[in-house]
């Protein structure tokens, strides 16, 4: 079993940055590939970064691209997202997943079903 937790949210204004961490227990990140997901109130949880188990293809929502990048530390088992330039719309919980072999096909790599386990979130607002 696998447990993960995201840390680092918060309140920042526009044009701010924040970098939220994923710490795994139980389990290493070695060999899996993480992701990020985003889930706003009232709206469907939403793709926005993935990374590759052996870290080196990346993957991107459009809404994100340019701003937002994915990075892993696996001497540390934890797994960041480096948010830049934030924007109101940003403001959402945010969730770290983990995808072990055998891997989802590309097509599930934006979709929730594509991973295996899931942190319980951590709170981005971004507001003045």
């Known amino acids: 079993q696998v447990q993960l937790v995201e840390s680092g949210g918060g309140l920042v204004q526009p044009g701010g940055s924040l970098r939220l961490s994923c710490a795994a227990s139980?389990?290493?990140?070695?060999?899996?590939?993480t992701g990020w997901f985003r889930q706003a109130p009232g709206k469907e949880r939403e793709f926005v970064a993935r990374?590759?188990?052996?870290?080196?293809?990346?993957w991107y929502a459009d809404s994100v691209k340019g701003r937002f990048t994915i990075s892993r530390d696996n001497a540390k088992n934890t797994v960041y997202l480096q948010m830049n330039t934030l924007k109101p719309e940003d403001t959402a919980v945010y969730y770290c997943?983990?995808?072990?072999?055998?891997?989802?096909?590309?097509?599930?790599?934006?979709?929730?079903?594509?991973?295996?386990?899931w942190g319980q979130g951590t709170q981005v607002i971004v507001s003045s």
């Open positions: 990374m590759n188990w052996h870290g080196v293809n990346t």
């Open positions: 139980g389990r290493t990140f070695n060999g899996a590939a």
């Open positions: 997943a983990a995808d072990y072999p055998p891997y989802a096909i590309l097509s599930s790599y934006y979709s929730p079903q594509g991973y295996d386990y």
